[in-house]
């Protein structure tokens, strides 16, 4: 097991250990019991009609030559890649997605993997939009704490982060030149010649993958699907709210949605265990939940939402004639590809 899988196991269980320190697990179970089954169920099926609206906006995205890839096999590697996040360690599932696309459909590795970077930058600039709107209307000051944070900091460290970043993915695809003669430069610096073409190689499938950066339209596009995305995922926490009669405002699970977006971005145990129930109780406690009824909703949300992406991921990896165990050890076939 590999370091970063290790400090997921021990992040996870800490945060794990520090939702469950104070409740009565007979009380989460009483509530799980308690839950409103059709709200529920909305919310079951809400969460997961997302991944077929991901799949739609990866095609503007992922395009060849302004050619839209088919849906199918995007959306085999989309619920591929989610599957395999819930299943294996060290958020396998990207790389387990973009290896997918690229025996599903061909595409080149390294060009892939930047559509999905494009698409992280995408969903983070989205997620800081809604956070800070949701905070407004909640009424929440900057200053107010969420465990070790307040929401000034999260969202100017995001806003921050993901600005930039867009900024140089924006800068390298338009003026590609520099961006390149900077990279071959770098290459020499550290690697053997023999290696060098191949890194610009792998370079210039980056900027193919950024290609959507380059058309307003496009980029339009997929903005106006990201805000589709997230708001769906948005109400799939809301009717969770309702199953579970949570008196607070909607916005609520606006906030929550975005702080469990940037929160699992820490290492952690396959399926998010741990960070996705303790970020869901502190937010909730700065609305008065008590941690009982908290962690009762997190658990119900987090278990009922995992499920029908894992099966569809497993019936797609079927589908795709591949193996859980390809897709922990997918970089000697990435590499014969780029060759």
């Not at 107010?144 to 695809?173: E, K, M």
């Not at 969770?240 to 606006?254: E, K, R």
């Not at 971005?265 to 129930?277: D, L, N």
């Amino acid at each position: 097991m590999g370091r970063a899988a290790v400090a997921g196991l021990l992040i996870s269980g800490l945060l794990l250990w520090w939702a469950l320190h104070d409740v009565h697990l007979a009380e989460v179970a009483g509530h799980l019991r308690a839950a409103r089954f059709f709200p529920l169920l909305g919310c079951v099926v809400t969460a997961t009609l997302v991944f077929p609206l991901r799949t739609i906006r990866w095609q503007y995205i992922l395009q060849l030559d302004g050619v839209k890839l088919p849906f199918v096999p995007l959306w085999h590697a989309t619920a591929i890649g989610f599957m395999a996040n819930n299943l294996l360690p060290a958020r396998a599932g990207e790389v387990a997605r973009v290896y997918a696309a690229t025996r599903l459909t061909a595409v080149p590795f390294m060009t892939v993997a930047a559509t999905l970077v494009v698409e992280r930058m995408m969903d983070g600039l989205t997620l800081v939009t809604i956070l800070a709107l949701a905070v407004f209307l909640t009424g929440f000051e900057m200053t107010t704490t969420v465990g070790p944070f307040t929401f000034g900091q999260i969202l100017g460290g995001a806003a921050l982060l993901f600005v930039v970043s867009l900024g140089v993915a924006v800068w390298a695809v338009h003026w590609p030149d520099p961006a390149l003669k900077i990279g071959r430069k770098t290459l020499n610096t550290f690697l053997p010649e023999r290696w060098v073409e191949k890194g610009i190689h792998a370079m210039e499938g980056v900027f193919d993958g950024f290609g959507v950066l380059r058309e307003w339209k496009r980029l339009g596009l997929v903005t106006a699907w990201s805000f589709v995305i997230w708001g769906a995922n948005g109400i799939s926490f809301l009717l969770c709210m309702v199953a579970f009669d949570l008196p607070v405002p909607w916005t609520a699970a606006f906030v929550i949605q975005s702080l469990i977006a940037f929160g699992i971005s820490v290492p952690s145990a396959p399926g998010f265990f741990g960070v996705f129930e303790a970020v869901t109780k502190a937010t909730l406690i700065l609305y008065g939940i008590a941690p009982d009824l908290a962690v009762s909703y997190a658990v119900g949300y987090h278990l009922f939402t995992f499920v029908p992406i894992t099966v569809l991921g497993l019936w797609s990896l079927s589908r795709a004639h591949l193996l859980l165990a390809d897709l922990r050890r997918p970089r000697s076939e990435q590499e014969s590809i780029e060759e």
